[in-house]
């Protein structure tokens, strides 16, 4: 039996704090381990761009992804929150390397909380998927997931108010990074929720004036966050229900 110590070890051991990876029976993940790396992510880094070739599975350990969508005219909205529950470039994965190279991926992946992230090649673990069970079982439970995201991102943006998906916004955040305070700009939530800076001012205030959440210079801390669970629309809730359903 191949045999590995020292540095496999520990990244074996960290590859366990995602889920999806954590998942995966303890042969499975031992034949992984040697094509992963661990890197670390600073804030708002960049990993794929709209119309490039996906070249890596990004699985999260303690950061955040967010997967942006955008037009033309440079309006952004955000479609999906990654955090260590899953992973970004599984439909690159799926897609085959065919046509993985003639389209390259629809949206933007890049960090929204910083922290560190476990990746693999695209075609070493399309070939894992190929080959085993287990691994396809896990992907595909998690595409549920993220499926689940888009459905109910596409009605969200369209049907509920700002106050409602500004709620639903950070408290994914503060799911995913099991931290009460989250690193946002004015800037940086309009572009998540897909509108101009003027209208996303006066929602933080007046959740802050409810004493729900706390505006800080560049961060936004949760005080109440079942108050604001009560606020977000009903998108966070089906989404973190699916969520714990499908990878327990």
């Known amino acids: 039996m191949y045999r590995y110590g020292g540095a496999m070890e520990e990244l074996e ?22 094509l992963m790396e661990r890197i670390s ?3 708002r880094q960049v990993l794929d761009r709209p119309g490039a070739v996906t070249e890596f599975v990004h699985f999260p350990l303690d950061s955040v992804l967010s997967l942006i969508a955008s037009t033309q005219a440079g309006e952004t909205v955000e479609v999906a929150t990654v955090g260590n529950e899953g992973a970004t470039g599984m439909i690159a994965v799926l897609s085959g390397s065919r046509m993985r190279t003639q389209q390259g991926t629809l949206v ?21 998927v190929e080959r085993s ?13 993220l499926f689940t995201q888009l459905v109910l991102s596409a009605s969200c943006n369209r049907l509920h108010s700002l106050e409602q998906r500004c709620a639903r916004w950070l ?25 101009r800076r003027e209208s996303v001012d006066h929602v933080p205030g007046e959740l802050e004036s409810k004493q729900m959440i706390e505006c800080l210079r560049g961060s936004i801390r949760l ?9 977000a629309c009903e998108c966070y809730h089906l989404a973190k229900e699916r969520l714990e359903n499908c990878l327990t």
């Open 223 to 231: 005080n109440d966050a079942s108050a604001l669970a009560s606020v």
């Open 41 to 43: 992510l600073c804030s």
């Open 171 to 195: 408290l994914a955040c503060k799911d995913r990074s099991q931290a009460d305070e989250v690193a946002v700009t004015q800037e940086l939530l309009a572009e998540m929720l897909g509108v």
């Open 133 to 145: 069970s287990d691994v396809n079982r896990c992907v595909l439970r998690y595409l549920n997931v």
């Open 108 to 128: 933007k992946v890049s960090t929204l909380i910083p922290g560190s992230i476990i990746r693999m090649r695209v075609d070493a673990f399309e070939a894992a």
């Open 13 to 34: 051991i960290s590859a366990r704090k995602n889920r999806v990876l954590n998942a995966l029976p303890k042969a499975e993940l031992h034949q992984l381990v040697p």
